[in-house]
């Protein structure tokens, strides 16, 4: 999913939970400060989270500056591939397929109600953009360094052993804060960040369980943390740097970023909603090396950082995915292919319930798939179908 660990449990079990609480509050009689916004969310929490955009309140806009994605009238992909790739992703429950070939939009199918316009939750894909930004702010002069102590930000953290944390533990996932994910405990560290009304606070007061660097351990918190340190380095709101720095000079259309309460934190690990047409530039954006239309918008040298894996997994950079786990091995997380990818560079965007934005650079292809949870998937079926039909073709 990155392994997008965001999904809150079933209806039914967040009900039960919700009316314990509620239990516990008339057995004791005591009147207590129950956050009903957090109670609210967890009980009406959507069947199809990542397309019922409207559920998701307050959000706050990031300001684009729109122009047609450029379209390919032709391409060397043999018809018989892409239609064989859009049959496995209409079966896959999915809402839009995209592809980019040689920086052109060459295919675009639409399912379910879903258009060009239509928005969504990108989830876990949002950690990459949080990892561009942090290489912009430090380009700008706002962060030293990925190796500073997050410390020098978050000053919470420098009297305990958070103070040996770096930024670019928190990067590389490998930061050692307590990784409380139970989605069926409404008082663990995820569904807190992710229903509460203040996600900050709850990142923030996150201990450790070990020392950085000795464990992989995709969480959450890390990227709520780093987006902290973001606004605190660089002294705006999230929302207005990720348009300023990123999403106007990738000429994207507006997009929205889900806040914890009006006027309060962002939640940049998980909830950006952008069209699947704005993903496609994000991933020609990793492809040409932060160029757009020939200008420099995010450092080479920085996006070379974020594609060299972690000493601790060497399927993960700073936020984004480097290889398909392929079956019969012993994984923690469930990325899985029948196969390796064919092309050795590729890498991914993964966000809940399979979204992907495939990047290619030596075949200039970028793939993206968005949609709900489907009963299968296997990431080398896309990308490897386009890529086995250009070496079929001698490209």
Known sequence: MTRLRISLTPK?????????????????????????????????????????????????????????????????????????ITAYAEAANSSALLVMHRGKLIWERYWRGFTP???????????TIMALLIGVAIAEGHIESELEPVANYISEWSKDERSKITLQDLLYMHSGLRNSDNTENLGSDLVQMFASTDANAVAIKIPTVQSPKQVFDYNNANTQILGEVLERATGERYADYLSTRLWQPLEAN??????????????????????????????Q?????????????????WLDKMIQASPLEPKYGYHVWLKARTKGKTEVYDRTASQPFLAQDTIYLDG????????IPSYD????????????????????????SLLNNQE
């Open 12 to 84: 039914k079990i967040v009900k039960k939970a919700a009316a314990a609480a509620g239990l516990m509050v008339s057995i004791t009689g005591v009147a207590i400060a129950l956050n009903w916004t957090f109670l609210r969310r967890i009980i009406t929490y959507p069947d199809n989270p990542i397309t019922k955009v409207d559920w998701y309140q307050p959000l706050e806009t990031v300001k684009g500056n729109p122009s047609k994605l450029p379209k390919g009238t032709s391409t060397s992909i043999p018809q018989e591939s892409l239609k064989e």
């Open 117 to 127: 316009t239509s928005t969504f939750n990108s989830m876990s894909m949002s950690k």
């Open 254 to 283: 507006n997009a929205k970023i889900w806040l914890d309460r009006p006027q309060g934190n962002p939640k940049p690990f998980c909830c950006l909603f952008a069209t699947p047409r704005d993903w496609a530039r994000v991933g």
């Open 285 to 301: 954006l990793l492809l040409t090396k932060g160029q757009v239309k020939g200008k420099q918008i995010i450092a080479s040298d």
């Open 352 to 359: 809940k319930s399979r979204q992907r934005v495939y990047v």
């Open 365 to 388: 292809l970028v793939i993206v798939r968005i949609g709900e949870q489907p009963e299968q998937w296997d990431d080398a079926v896309i990308p490897n179908t386009l890529v086995g």
